[in-house]
């Protein structure tokens, strides 16, 4: 709550609040343009309905993706046409219309009666099969103009090499589109056969963005490198925020999804227009070059094409988070990128892939279903941690009293995340720099963390090299001089005889009270109250910290070791992996069982790119 609204906060620092009165700002030279009538008309007699549930799919599965070019102008440099020009034939040709149905005729439809039905179930309304009040009113909520329910992607796709534009190929669960599909949706190879019958070429004209595909074996394409290009088009600015917000926002939107996958964003706003992966742009009715219009019916505010471009509906009155009024653009834009990367809508509370807009009540993160559908498609992160350990600090609480709290942070390089295992995730907004949240320690590769207590003190200290820092944790800084009149940083030979630096890790074990530093393959335990190494060490790890299952040991070289509050037992962390101590009285004392991806203990722990990484989220 605290972090929410300290983001708020710096949120309306830099946007102050808009008025809703709408201004003009110039857009790209040929400003002003007319505007349309501001919202579309409302849908409410079953013609209108009838076309609604047709247009997104939910008489049949409207075929959204990789259309061929047939019709279209051909693409300018800065703006690909989208080749959806079927989806207009889509539209324009609804089974109903060709009869000119009444009103009455249509109400006794037996397919719109069905298709209204299933958009009623969807949308967890009474399924009555009849153009009800709250079905009227569920069809007004301003929407995402990506039909509901799709042609599966790569219908009559031709397989290619990912290995074609030297792309880092990712593995793809296939398993994800199954998942997203729904039941009635066609497959691909009845889909094939429909379009035969149409007449539609069996081979059909696929988009330069199927160069970025990786096809092989996966039923759901992906981009298939992990640096994505977007940029915010010229000609296509909104007039309801300024270019920096809506650039800002942009960055947020695209950062939010990088801090669950393994896929980097960058704006890029001066490489040819063809090497980037991602465009958008806001505009209203025809815009763009887009051959899909937005429409004079119901409210669309975007639409987006999988591996493609993000097109905003300018009609609609984009708004900054903090803003109460308006479609908030970031909200939007999460939503559109959630298309792009792949995802389809989903009927989930807390998704952000809902169709229609929810007002965003100040609070805008990705949910738990959000997570795990683009991870099915992307993977989970992984890396190397330079150190990891949890930080217990005070602060006061609601009634002034000091309480102690504590996170558990992973450090990489010069980032940082903070992890709440309540809820198995990181925070919001890391990770963070480790010169904007830690002050006065080294800004990259600390190799070790520890905290300790005696009886009436504690100790936080961070180590590099040969060198170690205390840390104020009442102050959040490092001190340049202790209480007990220490200058730091200091060498750690001179506060630890006998440790001479540099280490691996070090923790502090509660049991006896003594202090372990790792290097190599050795331990060396430390008395706290004699401040001597104690006799016997180093002593090999293997031997101190024996595997219960012989061979699945770390055996040296170790990234942390670090006491959890949460877990109440041992980490020992390298490389990808992590074993913990055996709390079982049946093991040996201080038993390592057998090691598991630390991505299966500790989710969503993901780099940025790097021109992302000083947004201020926290
Ligand atoms: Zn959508
Ligand atoms: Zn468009």
């Not at 009444?102 to 109400?107: A, G």
Request: proline share 8%; hydrophobic share 35%.
């Amino acid at each position: 709550m605290i972090r929410t609204l300290e983001f708020l906060s710096i949120f309306f620092l830099l946007f102050p609040p808009i008025s809703p009165e709408r201004v003009s700002h110039p857009r790209d030279p040929a400003d002003p343009q007319p505007k349309a009538e501001l919202h579309g008309r409302p849908i409410l007699t079953p013609k209108s309905a009838q076309r609604y549930l047709w247009k997104y799919g939910w008489v049949e599965p409207v075929n959204w993706e990789s259309q061929p070019l047939h019709g279209n102008p051909p693409p300018t440099e800065e703006n690909v046409i989208h080749p959806d020009r079927p989806h207009q034939e889509h539209l324009e040709k609804t089974p109903f219309d060709s009869v000119s149905p009444t009103d009455l005729e249509l109400t006794l439809n037996p397919r719109f009666n069905g298709a209204l039905r299933r958009f009623q179930e969807a949308n967890k309304l009474e399924v009555t099969g009849r153009l009800d009040a709250a079905t009227i009113m569920a069809m007004n909520v301003p929407r995402c103009g990506v039909p509901d329910h799709r042609v599966p992607e790569g219908v009559g796709a031709q397989p290619e090499d990912p290995e074609e534009n030297g792309s880092t190929t990712l593995s793809i669960n296939s398993e994800s589109a199954e998942e997203n599909r729904d039941t009635y949706e066609e497959s691909a190879e009845e889909y094939q056969e429909r379009g035969q019958a149409l007449g539609l070429p069996a081979k059909r004209q696929v988009r330069r963005k199927r160069s970025q595909l990786l096809k092989a074996g996966a039923k759901r394409a992906a981009f298939s490198k992990l640096t994505l290009k977007w940029r915010l088009l010229g000609e296509g600015y909104s007039v309801w925020l300024s270019k920096e917000q809506q650039r800002y926002i942009l960055r947020l939107a695209f950062r939010m999804w990088s801090e669950v996958v393994p896929l980097n964003f960058q704006e890029d706003l001066s490489s040819p227009a063809q090497l980037i992966d991602i465009k958008l742009g806001f505009g209203t009715r025809r815009h763009l070059g887009c051959s899909q219009l937005f429409d004079d019916m119901g409210r669309e505010f975007a639409h987006a094409w999988q591996l493609g471009d993000i097109h905003f509906n300018d009609d609609e009155h984009f708004v900054p988070p903090n803003s109460e009024h308006g479609i908030s653009l970031l909200k939007v834009a999460v939503h559109e990128i959630g298309h792009v990367l792949g995802l389809s809508h989903m009927n989930h509370l807390g998704s952000v892939m809902q169709p229609n807009y929810i007002p965003a009540n100040g609070k805008m993160e990705l949910g738990w279903t959000d997570r795990r559908a683009i991870q099915k498609i992307y993977g989970k992160c992984s890396g190397r941690f330079s150190t990891v350990f949890d930080w217990v600090h005070q602060e006061p609480d609601d009634l002034g009293h000091q309480v102690s709290h504590y996170n558990t942070y992973f450090f990489r390089r010069s980032w940082y995340w903070r992890y709440e295992n309540s809820s198995n995730r990181t925070w919001y907004g890391y990770p963070q720099e480790l010169k904007v949240g830690w002050e006065g320690i080294p800004h990259a590769d600390i190799d070790a963390f520890l905290h300790f207590w005696t009886r009436n003190k504690r100790f936080t200290f961070f180590f590099k090299g040969k060198l170690y820092w205390r840390y104020d944790d009442q102050n959040d800084r490092a001190y340049r001089q202790d209480p007990e009149g220490h200058i730091y940083p200091r060498l750690i030979s001179e506060g630890f005889p006998g440790i001479g630096g540099p280490i691996d890790t070090v923790f502090y074990d509660q049991r006896d009270h003594n202090i372990y530093f790792f290097h190599g393959r050795n331990v060396t335990a430390f008395g706290v109250e004699s401040q001597k190494v104690l006799p016997g060490y180093p002593q090999a790890i293997e031997d101190e910290f024996p595997a219960v299952k012989s061979g699945d040991h770390p055996k040296g070289n170790l990234d942390a070791v670090y006491f959890s509050f949460s877990h109440k037992t041992i980490f020992f962390i390298k490389g990808s992996y992590v074993w913990h101590v055996a709390t079982s009285a049946d093991l040996p004392y201080n038993s390592l069982l057998p090691r598991y991806p630390i991505n299966e203990q500790w989710t969503d722990i993901c780099d940025v790119h790097p021109s992302m990484l000083s947004m201020p989220r926290r």
